[in-house]
């Protein structure tokens, strides 16, 4: 496997991702993160992830052997506009998404490794990142297993009800 940096034409490649997370958390009972319905559906989903290809966004792939996406992790130094703000800098994880069907090959842990060596590259001593924290909060979970400390909860409220979320940090 090998990170790369992505663009505009990968957007495609991402959406296929997000699909496979939203198939795979719906076949788990667990679609309180993304609901059940594939992103690449929803034009506004579909909008959304369309603007990872442009500034202020770094999109960084994992691919495999064959060339093959199988991770994603989109990068700024904005966050979004529900979370709390810092007085610092901060370089912020959007979105990590891999491939379901590799889960536990480190692809993950790939991607979060490069998000730290791009921060240290820009001079950043916070990357932060938010995730889904309700349900079994197994997401968090695994963020924190990756070195990552929770630091503030906070709430979207959404059409379908409130949405959990988890803020979680890592200082270098």
Not at 43 to 52: D, G, I, N, S
Not at 60 to 88: F, H, K
Not at 142 to 150: D, H, K, S, V, W
């Amino acid at each position: 496997m090998k990170i790369r940096t992505g663009g505009p034409d990968d957007i495609a490649d991402i959406l296929a991702l997000l699909d496979g997370a939203v198939t795979w958390l719906a076949a788990q009972g667990r679609a309180g993160q993304w609901g059940d319905q594939p992103f690449s559906g929803n034009p506004t989903r579909v909008e959304h992830t369309e603007k990872y290809g442009r500034e202020p966004f770094l999109i960084r792939l994992a691919v495999d052997d064959e060339g093959r996406t199988v991770g994603s992790c989109v990068l700024s130094e904005e966050r979004g506009t529900y979370i709390p703000a810092v007085e610092e800098r901060e370089l912020y994880i959007r979105n990590l998404v891999t491939d379901r069907t590799r889960k536990g090959s480190g692809i993950g842990a790939a991607l979060i490794a490069d998000a730290l060596d791009e921060a240290r590259r820009r001079g950043i001593d916070l990357v932060r990142v938010d995730c889904y924290g309700g349900a079994d909060r197994k997401l968090v979970g695994q963020y924190r297993a990756l070195g990552f400390t929770e630091t503030v909860a906070f709430e979207v409220e959404q059409p379908g009800g409130t949405w959990p979320g988890q803020v979680l940090e890592i200082r270098l």
